[in-house]
Each structure stands twice: as structure tokens, then as C-alpha cells.
């Protein structure tokens, strides 16, 4: 029997649970009929809230050791400095709340963090590296079960166009270069 505190005009219900009764979901229905509540409210709370405080899993805790695997690939590398600075600058705009509860971030907390690398104050190819900083991140942690969606996989990238430069150069291109070559070498 769940134990019921009243906070003011709210209740709280604990309810002591195991991992199998949250997948199954058999028990959320009586327990919302015992206390009054909901059951699509008491659904929602819970895909929200669960996995955080069950595990006991910061948005830091899975961001260090999202860093700690990625460590041994980009070893000696500038690439993880970046990594590194980026990803904790992303967690210091989040509210404390969502640091605690992770799967409260949100599609927009992320865009409001890559606003400030929109062209024309970056290049596109900043965006896409940074966004591609949070999606490693975020698809980790969901293969972690730490979080059910990854909240970038709404964001898209920037195409960017790059020119395809010949590999072998055809006869007319070949003579124009050495004409150049002629006459500007020194």
C-alpha cells in the first residue's frame, strides 16, 4: 500500500516499486484509482522523472563518462579539448532541475545553446560540429538507458556545398596551368 504525505494543497505518493513493475505498468493503474489521480498524468510523471531518480544519473555524471569512452579515440587530439569545453558549457546553461533529471532537456534547450553559433556570427561548419558534440552525447546516453529520445535528433544540420576539385586535370586545364606556371615562377 502506497503511503500518501500532503504538502499543502498537493499530495505525494511514494510508492516502493522495482524496475520489472515500471515496464510492465500493471501497478499504475491501481495506484491512480487508490489516490485519485489521473492515470495519463501519472503515465507522463512518470516517463518524465523515473529514469533519473531511479538511477541516480546526472546529466553531469553522463557527460563525464560519455568523455571518459571518448577518451581513448581522440587521445592527444585538440578534437577532445574542444569536445570537452563544449559539452561543459552546454551543461552550465541547463537549470539545476535538468541537470538532475535529464530527460527534462529538451529540443529547445539545445537550439537556444547553438543559437549562438548561427550564421553569419559562425561558419556552418561550427553549428554542425557543435550539434554534432550534443548528438554523440545524447545518442549515448540513450544507449546508456539513461534518457528514451535523444532531444537533437529534431535538429538538422547545415549542407554545406563543398566543390569537387579534379583529381586528374584534362588537357585544355593541364596547358593553362603550365602557361601560369611559366610565367609567374620565379
Known sequence: MPK???NGP???V???MTTE???TGNWLLETCKQNG???AAGMKFLTTHFRATTRGRNFSAIRRDFLRERAADTAGHSQHRHLRTSLR???RTLSREKVRAPELITEDD???WLARWLPPHCEKKTWNEKLGYLHGLFLYAVRKDCISRSPTSGIKRFRI???KVPAVLDPVAAQRLMAWLETNAP
Open 21 to 23: 513493475d515500471v515496464k
Open 14 to 16: 511514494t510508492i516502493a
Open 89 to 91: 558549457d552546454f551543461t
Open 161 to 163: 556545398r563543398r566543390t
Open 37 to 39: 489521480i489521473d492515470p
Open 4 to 6: 500518501t504525505k500532503t
Open 10 to 12: 498537493q499530495s505525494v
Open 110 to 112: 539545445c537550439r537556444a
